[in-house]
């Protein structure tokens, strides 16, 4: 048999049929992929309604991580928006008493002036920019119910636009929480600037320290806590990112839970929290401990 394979098939011949069936297969598996990936969109897909009107998400919206994401455009046009424009590198929303902001690739977005934090973030998709609809309405002060028969968001409106951050945030906390993020943490993901925001927080919940953002900075009862507040890291301007995690922080979002303490991880083993508290998380260069 091999002798008249090889007489029929000569060694070109044959590398060209390999090469045929090679292509046969991977087009094949690109076809079942794609197959399978539409299949997914399309059983991911949800419908959405504004007081009851079914709103034209042109087929985009879907569910991704347990969150519905919807167009923006299309969405705040139907809650009521007098403006959306996108700018090249973000979208301005303007509604009646209020203005948002929201740019691709980030985990949160501006409304009034606060930071609205969006767990999975936001995102370009089949060139439309993305958002979770909960965080979205929230600013709008619309009501978000998830019918998981019909695969549905009906979202009802009539509540007050998110409070603006001029009356939300405490001047004072904001100035020095975004200046302790940026010296302790200036390096660090989103999610690690959030983290020592946390502990400065959770320390003025605590019994054990100070009541104030400023006095558990500033705090020395028991030798000094934050190096930064008294070798002169806090006076420069901290940038916009740090300043967004202070807000984040004050907003409520933790990434740290219930850390009291954290310590550079290239030390932490040796340290005293390292070895007296229980440890909660590392997140980039910090461990975080309670």
């Known amino acids: 048999m091999r002798y008249f394979f090889a007489e029929k098939f000569p060694k070109k011949e044959m590398l060209g049929l390999k090469k045929t069936i090679l292509t046969l297969i991977a087009a094949a598996v690109l076809f079942t992929a794609a197959s399978a990936g539409a299949m997914c969109e399309a059983q991911s897909a949800v419908t959405v309604y504004v007081d009851g009107e079914l709103v034209d998400t042109a087929g985009l919206s879907y569910i991704e991580n347990g969150a519905t994401y919807v167009p923006v455009r299309e969405m705040c046009r139907a809650l009521g928006a007098t403006r959306t424009e996108w700018t090249g590198s973000e979208s301005v929303i303007e509604a009646e008493g209020l203005g948002i902001r929201i740019a691709p690739g980030e985990l949160y977005f501006?409304?009034?002036?606060?930071?609205?934090?969006?767990?999975?973030?936001?995102?370009?998709?089949?060139?439309?920019?993305?958002?979770?609809?909960?965080?979205?309405?929230?600013?709008?002060?619309?009501?978000?119910?998830?019918?998981?028969?019909?695969?549905?968001?009906?979202?009802?409106?009539?509540?007050?636009?998110?409070?603006?951050?001029?009356?939300?945030?405490?001047?004072?906390d904001l100035y020095w929480l975004s200046r302790i993020i940026q010296a302790e943490a200036g390096g660090e993901s989103l999610e690690g600037k959030i983290a020592v925001g946390n502990v400065v927080l959770n320390r003025v919940e605590s019994p054990l320290f100070p009541n104030s953002v400023y006095d558990v900075i500033f705090d020395k009862k028991?030798?000094?806590?934050?190096?930064?507040?008294?070798?002169?890291?806090?006076?420069?301007?901290?940038?916009?990112?740090?300043?967004?995690?202070?807000?984040?922080?004050?907003?409520?979002?933790?990434?740290?839970?219930?850390?009291?303490?954290?310590?550079?991880?290239?030390?932490?083993?040796?340290?005293?929290?390292?070895?007296?508290?229980?440890?909660?998380?590392?997140?980039?260069n910090h461990c975080f401990y309670a």
């Open 110 to 172: 501006t409304a009034n002036g606060r930071c609205v934090y969006t767990e999975h973030g936001c995102l370009l998709r089949s060139g439309r920019l993305m958002a979770h609809v909960r965080p979205l309405c929230a600013a709008y002060g619309a009501d978000v119910e998830w019918n998981g028969a019909e695969k549905a968001v009906y979202i009802k409106t009539g509540g007050d636009p998110i409070q603006p951050g001029d009356e939300f945030y405490d001047d004072n």
């Open 222 to 284: 028991y030798g000094v806590q934050f190096t930064p507040a008294y070798s002169g890291g806090l006076k420069r301007e901290p940038p916009d990112e740090a300043v967004a995690a202070a807000k984040l922080a004050l907003e409520g979002v933790n990434t740290a839970q219930g850390s009291l303490y954290f310590v550079a991880a290239r030390a932490a083993s040796s340290s005293w929290a390292g070895r007296n508290r229980e440890f909660v998380s590392q997140i980039g």
